[in-house]
């Protein structure tokens, strides 16, 4: 044994171990988790945590699932891993059929990445050799939205808000694409869209794609936004010679109400990206998928081989417990469990809003947003949430809940009855 207790595992992570966005030197605290069943996450000190987050939009069945934790035994009997370069398996021909048949019809082609940020990487790759294959080589950028979040590796990064995203740090090595403002829709149906056809006048012969989460950006802000926004962007993409590049790796899986976003604006993307809930929460794997078109475009030249190939590409563990997770999907009411939980959430969160320190309140199927007016202290709240026995990760002004999808109504009303609770205490 390496720790004699807790507190002792605990002081070696605090001191060695580095968690998502944490200084190494003024490390927040972590909260220790012995294990996890259902929406409940159980704490080393006994205690149960309600768990607002799906850990991180991922585990829309829960946690501990017998459905998927037999999918992983059954493949672990057969092989865990092998490389995917001159050899396949049926895990991962499986779910791109799989893919191929929930996605819409015009994407056909499937490329299984590692993790989301991969996945985005690859869908830039795919987009810039579409147009080098066809002699467009000047266009190599992308255009993009502020607010955005599309993942941490330096292409994902190049992407994402250029303030939240830091951009600044790391001038002169992150790749300058082109932004403009976050999408805004007035309930009289008008946007700001025109800000993106200023931007193909100006440089369509640049630009090879432009990148944007549907409806929903998440991590960048837990902004919403209208179908008529994306149905313009479809538009304007066709008449300036853009790819179309949707990142559903947030949104995909039933959580706005559709399992994709984009069927909410009945437009197809050029390519577009997967992740997080594709495992129900329980690996890393994400996808890459793209139509005929853009296919056939990348082999113009006669070359033609998509330049990405990571080791664990198609992981057979993974594949197979996606497989079971959309399965499992597929065979719920999954349609009507994210309705009542948009209602459900309308119903207990709106009195939010009367609230001093409140900005907005907004939902939108299975997600509820809480914006203040002001950034909260991460740590004192975490901590009053621990305490109302909720998992609930606030950041900057934004106290925000997405609960796996199995979520009964009374677990939901503790989630939604501690925001309102420690909000209200904020507010006094
Ligand atoms: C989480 C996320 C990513 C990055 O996925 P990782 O698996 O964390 O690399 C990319 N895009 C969107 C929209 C995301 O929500």
């Not at 490390?27 to 309600?50: M, N, Q, W």
């Not at 899986?253 to 559709?258: E, I, K, V």
């Not at 309308?346 to 299975?366: H, M, T, Y």
């Amino acid at each position: 044994m390496f720790f004699q207790n807790t507190s002792d595992w605990l002081e070696f992570d605090k001191n060695h171990l580095w968690h998502p966005y944490t200084s190494m030197t003024e490390p927040l605290p972590t909260y220790p988790v012995e294990s996890a069943h259902g929406v409940k996450l159980k704490l080393a000190d006994g205690r149960e945590l309600i768990d607002g987050m799906s850990s991180w939009w991922a585990a829309i069945h829960g946690y501990n699932h017998p459905v998927l934790n037999a999918a992983v035994q059954h493949q672990l009997q057969l092989m865990s891993h092998i490389m995917f370069g001159g050899l396949t398996h049926l895990p991962a021909v499986t779910l791109a059929k799989k893919l191929i048949d929930m996605a819409a019809e015009p994407l056909q082609h499937v490329f299984l990445a590692d993790s989301g940020s991969v996945a985005v990487e690859v869908a830039i790759k795919m987009a810039i050799q579409y147009w080098y294959a066809q002699g467009k080589v000047q266009k190599q950028k992308l255009l993009t939205v502020r607010n955005g979040y599309h993942g941490d590796t330096l292409g994902g990064m190049s992407v994402c808000d250029p303030v939240n995203g830091m951009h600044k740090m790391f001038q002169g090595v992150l790749p300058e694409h082109f932004f403009v403002d976050a999408p805004t829709c007035s309930i009289d149906g008008s946007n700001n869209i025109n800000a993106v056809e200023e931007q193909l006048k100006l440089h369509q012969h640049e630009i090879a794609a432009i990148i944007i989460e549907p409806l929903v950006q998440g991590a960048g802000g837990m902004r919403f936004y209208c179908i008529e926004y994306l149905q313009q962007l479809r538009v304007l993409c066709d008449e300036y010679d853009v790819l179309l590049i949707l990142d559903e790796i947030a949104t995909g899986f039933g959580r706005t109400g559709t399992l994709f976003a984009y069927e909410q604006a009945d437009i197809v993307p050029d390519i577009l990206c997967l992740g997080k809930a594709l495992t129900g929460g329980y690996m890393t794997l994400a996808a890459t998928m793209t139509t005929a078109k853009v296919v056939q475009g990348i082999s113009a030249d006669g070359v033609g081989v998509l330049m990405h190939g990571p080791t664990f590409m198609a992981n057979p563990l993974a594949c197979q417990v996606a497989n079971a997770s959309i399965d499992l999907l597929l065979a719920s009411p999954w349609e009507k469990m994210i309705k009542k939980i948009e209602a459900q959430l309308q119903d207990e969160l709106s009195i939010c809003q009367e609230l001093s320190i409140v900005e907005e309140v907004r939902i939108k199927g299975a997600i509820g947003v809480v914006e203040l007016k002001e950034s909260v202290d991460m740590k004192a709240m975490q901590a009053s949430f621990v305490k109302e026995g909720v998992w609930i990760r606030p950041f900057n002004k934004l106290v925000y809940i997405m609960p796996p999808y199995i979520i009964q109504a009374n677990d939901l009303t503790t989630l939604t009855g501690a925001m309102y609770k420690v909000l209200k205490r904020l507010a006094a």
